[in-house]
């Protein structure tokens, strides 16, 4: 499934504009995707985005909320600023 491929991308563009439970990101990307990915899938990536510092958690065990650190918003820009650049090679692939 692409989305998967993609769900470390996708989880840190979305949190570039909001600070978001693992639920909220489901129901975001349901609503967005029209893919219901399971709260296992969301959350081992949450974590490992943790565990590589590109996100961190506030807040309880019924409630963590996830923001992207410093770390996170460079990675997040450096993917915006590839996005063109991924486009054209996506598109040159099926010529």
Known sequence: MIVKNFLDILIL???RKDS????????????????MLS?????????????NKLTEGMGTKKKRVYRLTE????TAKDFLELKDKMLDFIINLFK
Do not use: A, P, Q
């Open 20 to 35: 978001l439970s693992g639920y909220d990101i489901m129901r975001l990307l349901h609503r967005k995707l029209s893919v």
């Open 13 to 15: 563009m979305e949190l």
């Open 71 to 74: 770390e996170g918003e460079k």
């Open 39 to 51: 709260s296992g899938t969301i959350y081992s990536r949450l974590y490992n985005l943790e565990r």
